[in-house]
């Protein structure tokens, strides 16, 4: 029994659920969406509307508290690196880039200075939801499996920030059924509009 234990285990232990988590959510706030599966999606949504809420008062004791739940890691650090290819240099992301003095490495080509995840969880994230109470996620189920054990895989992204008629990469249809019904239904009036102009 799990008398008032709140959350769920994802079948596995403590340490590992809690990295699992700050990892997700780190993912999250840099990327703007990402793809896991069904349950650690449910899990880690209560966890980033949390962080978000936190964002939103601005202080050091903010600061200090946001930066003890999530990992404080380099955001954007494959921007700038010399060893990564062009093609990922180049790849969309959601949110503005940052400029190139804001980035630093060493002679030895490791990262030195960057913008760090709660600096930008703090200035780019929170902002975004200053006239909102809450709700800051959404999950999207997609239509498609993880190869090897089948399981449900869905998209948690920050509200505002989709882009597509459809997040699951298939072009909608609804718009083009909308204007089918318009159409027919603005010809149907005309028909019916033209024998009693004759009859009179």
């Not at 079948?11 to 999250?28: I, Q, S």
């Not at 969309?92 to 400029?99: E, K, T, V």
């Not at 006239?131 to 189920?141: E, F, P, Q, S, W």
């Not at 159409?183 to 009693?196: L, N, S």
């Amino acid at each position: 029994m799990r008398h008032r234990v709140f959350g769920k285990q994802l079948c596995v232990k403590e340490d590992h659920r809690r990295a699992m988590l700050r990892n997700l959510a780190a993912g999250l706030f840099e990327h703007g969406q990402i793809e896991t599966t069904l349950p650690k999606a449910k899990a880690v949504q209560p966890f980033v509307e949390k962080l978000i809420t936190m964002a939103k008062r601005s202080g050091l004791s903010t600061r200090r508290a946001i930066a003890s739940r999530i990992n404080d890691r380099a955001v954007f650090a494959w921007v700038a690196d010399p060893n990564t290819k062009e093609e990922k240099k180049n790849m969309h992301n959601l949110w503005d880039l940052p400029s190139e003095d804001a980035i630093e490495f060493n002679r030895y080509g490791e990262l030195r200075k960057a913008p760090r995840l709660v600096q930008h969880l703090m200035s780019k994230v929170a902002p975004l939801y200053a006239d909102r109470a809450g709700g800051y996620t959404r999950i999207i189920k997609l239509d498609k499996r993880r190869v090897g054990d089948q399981t449900d895989l869905c998209i948690l992204q920050l509200v505002g920030k989709e882009e597509g008629p459809q997040v699951s990469g298939r072009r909608s249809n609804r718009r083009r059924m909308a204007d089918k019904r318009t159409a027919y239904a603005a010809e149907a009036r005309k028909k019916g509009a033209e024998p009693a102009a004759k009859s009179e």
